[in-house]
């Protein structure tokens, strides 16, 4: 089955603090004023990432993941919808949100408490 925006925006989402927003035009999902993706295009989507992760996936998944030289300098991945498996884009938007969150939310998410 392949991804859909409507799907990675469903992931992001049950994640505490994430809105929907734009990003060059383009659906986001961002955490306060920090973008954790965006819709390049219908097929890709840019994911942000720790840049020793994105090389191990790209290295590991080529086929679901890949950068263009735009992106080389920045810790960002693009991540081929069709390609990546569900359980997986889950984990790494979970692990971007972590990345961007406040402690208050890690918190709050950690002890299973939601907040809005």
Do not use: C, N
């Amino acid at each position: 089955m392949t991804l859909r925006f409507a799907d990675v925006r469903d992931m992001a989402l049950a994640l505490p603090g994430i809105e929907e927003g734009r990003s060059y035009g383009a659906p986001a999902l961002k955490l306060g004023k920090s973008m954790l993706a965006r819709l390049k295009d219908e097929e890709t989507l840019v994911l942000k990432l720790d840049m020793g992760e994105r090389e191990m996936l790209m290295e590991a998944a080529p086929e679901s993941f890949s950068i263009t030289d735009h992106y080389r300098g920045y810790p960002y991945v693009l991540v081929r919808l069709a390609h990546v498996h569900k359980p997986t884009l889950r984990r790494l938007l979970e692990q971007a949100w972590r990345a961007a969150a406040p402690r208050r939310l890690l918190k709050a998410f950690e002890a299973g408490a939601r907040e809005e």
